[in-house]
Nanobody
Framework: QVQLVESGGGLVQSGGSLRLSCAAS????????MGWFRQAPGKEREFVAA????????YYADSVKGRFAISRDNAKNTVYLQMNSLKPEDTAVYYC???????????????????WGQGTQVTVSS
């Protein structure tokens, strides 16, 4: 059973930085795609970033390109989301997700992922 546990959320001022972590367990993740999504109150869950665990290919939503970076630590089975230059509109609950062998089109769709973490709140004050 795949388990994903996020951490690192919190309250930060506009322009600040946070690093989210997603600790993965229960599988060998070499063939998995790892994604980060976020959901603000009253809005749908939206794609933020994703990467292939094996090749390290990365993908970003246009709204976070140049500000956020997704990375992984193979030894710790952990995926990170470094968030810089945060804006109030980045406020949301951030979720880590995982699934096997998604296509480039699929990895940006929340419905394509079978495994999810519990979420961590990020609040950016103006």
């Amino acid at each position: 059973q795949v388990q994903l546990v996020e951490s690192g959320g919190g309250l930060v001022q506009s322009g600040g930085s946070l690093r989210l972590s997603c600790a993965a367990s229960g599988r060998t993740f070499s063939s998995y795609v790892m994604g980060w999504f976020r959901q603000a109150p009253g809005k749908e869950r939206e794609f933020v970033a994703a990467m292939t665990w094996s090749g390290g290919n990365t993908y970003y939503a246009d709204s976070v390109k140049g500000r956020f970076a997704i990375s992984r630590d193979n030894a710790k089975n952990t995926v990170y989301l470094q968030m810089n230059s945060l804006k109030p509109e980045d406020t949301a609950v951030y979720y880590c997700a995982a699934d096997r062998a998604l296509t480039t089109a699929q990895l940006m769709a929340a419905t394509a992922y079978d495994y999810w973490g519990q979420g961590t709140q990020v609040t950016v004050s103006s």
